[in-house]
């Protein structure tokens, strides 16, 4: 399955002749995964039931609960077509409040994919 090939900052990318570029299978997936742990719930035009709730996840009290949060984005990869197994490894720096990781999802065709939050 092919897709739009996404730049670094999520914009089209064109080819040199100027036409839209496309993905390879597995980018297609990669792109799918990034775009399904990028979406609000809620944020959705078309299923507004889709997405990640972001008060659930992010607790501001005591910080993130980095396993559920491991497990929602396991759960939000391993929805995506293709993926037969997603693993997230992640890191919190308290003192900046910033949240890391790699998704590690594994396809159909066997290929691990790195998906980087």
């Given at each position: ?15 040199e ?5 496309l ?64 693993d ?30």
């Open positions: 399955m092919a897709d739009l090939l996404l730049t670094d900052d999520w914009d089209l990318s064109i080819t002749t100027g036409d839209l570029a993905t390879n299978e597995n980018l297609s997936v990669a792109q799918t995964i990034g775009n399904s742990i990028k979406l609000i719930l809620g944020e959705s035009w078309y299923d507004p039931t889709s997405g990640l709730s972001l008060n659930t996840l992010l607790n501001e009290q005591s910080g993130p609960n980095l396993s559920f949060i491991q497990t929602t984005l396991n759960d939000a990869a391993m929805k995506v077509t293709g993926v037969v197994d997603a997230t490894l992640l890191s919190y720096d308290h003192n900046t409040r910033r949240l890391t990781g790699t998704i590690y999802a594994t396809t159909q065709t066997g290929k691990t994919l790195h998906v980087t939050l």
